[in-house]
Nanobody
Framework: QVQLVESGGGLVQAGGSLRLSCAASIRTFNTYAMGWFRQAPGKEREFVAAINWSGGSTYYTDSVKGRFTISRDNAKNTVYLQMNSLKPEDTAVYYC?????????????????WGQGTQVTVSS
């Protein structure tokens, strides 16, 4: 049974930083690409960042480029999202997801497993 468990969310002032973690109970974790998504109230879930199986390639949505960094530690079955210079518009529930197939990183339908999410709130 695959489980993804996010942690590290919380309340932070604008300009602050948070580091999200996602621990995966996947035996073959190093064969999965991992993504971070977010969903604000009343909005659809949107792509934030993704990283390929080795960590050698990363992808970001334009609004977080230069502020967020995705990384992974395959020895610990964990993916991270370092979020700096946070803005109130970054407020959302953040989800990590895993996908096996060589498909586009952006669409949510391409991901096989999802975590339960962690709340990030940025105050102005």
């Amino acid at each position: 049974q695959v489980q993804l468990v996010e942690s590290g969310g919380g309340l932070v002032q604008a300009g602050g930083s948070l580091r999200l973690s996602c621990a995966a109970s996947i035996r073959t974790f190093n064969t999965y690409a991992m993504g971070w998504f977010r969903q604000a109230p009343g909005k659809e879930r949107e792509f934030v960042a993704a990283i390929n199986w080795s960590g050698g390639s990363t992808y970001y949505t334009d609004s977080v480029k230069g502020r967020f960094t995705i990384s992974r530690d395959n020895a610990k079955n964990t993916v991270y999202l370092q979020m700096n210079s946070l803005k109130p518009e970054d407020t959302a529930v953040y989800y990590c997801a895993a996908k096996r197939a060589y498909s586009d990183y952006v669409p949510t339908v391409n991901y096989d497993y999802w975590g339960q999410g962690t709340q990030v709130t940025v105050s102005s």
